[in-house]
């Protein structure tokens, strides 16, 4: 991208999320000045909400755009991210990158559909970097009447990767400009002549993108449990351990723009949880 930019030094880099961070370090990393401009910072960000797991294959876009040119950019891009993430595990705990283990559950009796987009969705380019979950035989667990599967993902401790990488880019020399961008001509009107947006769903209003298709998603943050290390999961009743709590369900709605937390559901979310986990009291 750098190079594409006519070998500019100085980069203009819109929004300060996952993305835009991620962005303008690896702009850093090649010797570019970089400049974020950007509405708000970390921690009011949608990137510091994410229950943030490594999961590219998981609700990237609409099945019917995906042609063979998507899927070879789609494998490129996955691949240089699995590599540059997979870094940071290494200066675990600074970054907060890591793996988690998780316990899935199915009750046999009332199977549910699971949520997942099957793995051929994107013709499996990518299947290798993932490790591969383990089907637990009826004998090697407890739960009796469910099926169980131990999974393995690389997951982020958000708020942490995002304060820490903010600090990185400003000791390489990155500056920070809080600027609100309501329409393409103010983003033509920035001195970088190299500009990458990385707006998030703010690019629906810059530019008028009638294809962004949201999906409103909601975590319930309960206490921390410092000896909860792994996350389970059960008939849509989920539980994840974060260093800033437990993250208790996870929504996924279609279409709809709205940030603002739903209490109703998050009660109904917590309630399911709670009735959900409670029937595997008896096993434990
Ligand atoms: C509950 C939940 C669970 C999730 N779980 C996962 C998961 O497990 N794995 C996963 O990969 N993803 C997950 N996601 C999705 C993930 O959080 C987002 O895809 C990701 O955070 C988007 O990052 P971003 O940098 O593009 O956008 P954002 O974090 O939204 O950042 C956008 C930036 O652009 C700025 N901006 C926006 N509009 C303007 C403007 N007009 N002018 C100037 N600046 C502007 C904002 O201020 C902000 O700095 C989840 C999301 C939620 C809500």
Known sequence: MAEEAGGADDHAVLGSGIVGLATARLLQRRGKNVTIYTKELPPRLTSNYAAALWTPTATLCDPTKITPEFKQVFEQAARISFRYWNDFIGHHPTYGVHYVEGLQLRDLANPTPPRVVPPDFYGNVIEDLHPQPIELMPDQHPFEGYGARLTLAMRFEAHTFLFRTLNDFYEAGG?????????????????????????????????????????????????????????????????????????????????????????????????????????LQKFV
């Open 175 to 279: 500056k920070i400009v809080i600027k609100d961008f309501k329409r393409p001509e103010d983003i033509d009107a920035l001195k970088e002549k190299a500009v990458i947006a990385c707006i998030g769903l703010g690019a629906k209003e810059v530019f008028k993108d009638e294809h962004l298709n949201p999906i409103r998603g909601q975590l319930n943050i309960l206490a921390p449990q410092a000896d909860l290390r792994y996350s389970v999961g059960l008939s849509g009743a989920s539980a994840a351990p974060r260093w800033d709590g437990i993250a208790v369900g996870n929504s996924a709605l279609y279409g709809i723009w709205d940030t603002e937390p739903d209490m109703k559901l998050a009660k109904e979310m917590i309630d399911n949880a709670a009735e959900t986990f409670s029937k």
